[in-house]
């Protein structure tokens, strides 16, 4: 990927290394640390996580995971820029994702425009080359095109207890419209500490529209952020493009209807059939 700083227009989602006390993110249950130049994790998957009667995982929960530890080490290279999430792939390689999850993160390059980096996530194991693979995530960021948006890299560990009591779509707020059509409410809970709606929930909206729409569980989500959600509600809207895919527009609906960001949506995966 050839480096390109963003144009002054471009405001793809800034996802945040320090996560506000009232943001949603700390109602998981994970920890994560600098090991080297690569951060390494631990979280823990509950049924609140995972669609309706299946052992997978939410792809969106594993973006939001994977951002989090990813966006501290993309904060070195950007700094004192911020570094802002540009877009976000998860695939997720097993029908039956355990209840304990190692992640790890590392940066793949770092050039003067982009970082691109590729979280994994395996099982719990003694180590962690010996944990079954389950699901792999690549993110990309900017630094910031903003000059206000200024923050230090982040060397201490990062540890969130929270507890989920609701399935995540409910306990985050989300809508379903009609089959196809999920929209949220642009509060505190969900946004980032600059205002806008988080890039976690933007892509939970993508998935929760193609879910809606295929009848099906989404195995792979690829989210791409075009502009952020400053006003909302945020609203996603999918269309089939063939059987198991989807294709979603994410809009600022209280914003002139803005194209905030697009996502792709499949219900089937390279799963292990476990």
Not at 23 to 48: N, P
Not at 254 to 262: C, E, I, Q, T, V
Request: net charge negative.
């Amino acid at each position: 990927m050839a480096d390109a700083a963003p144009q002054p227009d471009v405001e793809p989602s800034d996802f945040e290394t320090s996560i506000p006390e009232e943001m949603f993110v700390k109602d998981l249950d994970y920890t994560c640390e600098f090991v080297g130049d690569d951060v390494v994790g631990q979280a823990r998957i509950t049924d609140e996580l995972r669609p309706p009667g299946s052992r997978l995982v939410r792809p969106s929960v594993l973006a939001t995971l994977g951002d989090v530890i990813a966006g501290r080490m993309a904060t070195v290279p950007t700094a004192p820029r911020l570094a802002l999430t540009l877009d976000i792939g998860v695939r997720i390689l097993t029908d039956d994702v355990p209840d304990e999850i190692d992640m790890a993160a590392t940066i793949l390059k770092a050039g003067r425009g982009t970082v691109v980096t590729e979280t994994e996530f395996r099982e719990t194991a003694p180590s962690f080359a010996t944990g079954r693979l389950v699901a792999i995530s690549q993110l990309t960021f900017v630094p910031s095109p903003r000059p206000q948006d200024l923050y230090p890299p982040m060397d201490g560990p990062q540890v969130t207890r929270g507890t989920m009591r609701a399935p995540l779509p409910e306990h985050v707020g989300t809508r379903l419209l009609a089959p196809g059509v999920v929209e949220i409410d642009r509060t505190p809970f969900v946004s980032q500490l600059s205002g806008t709606l988080q890039g976690g929930i933007v892509a939970l909206l993508g998935e929760l529209a193609a879910e809606s729409l295929l009848g099906a569980p989404i195995r792979d989500l690829e989210t791409n952020y075009l502009t952020t959600i400053r006003v909302g509600p945020g609203r996603a809207t999918a269309t089939l493009l063939g059987r198991g895919l989807a294709r979603v527009e994410v809009h600022d609906a209280g914003n002139d209807d803005r194209f905030a960001a697009l996502v792709l949506a499949r219900t089937e995966g390279s799963g292990d059939g476990r």
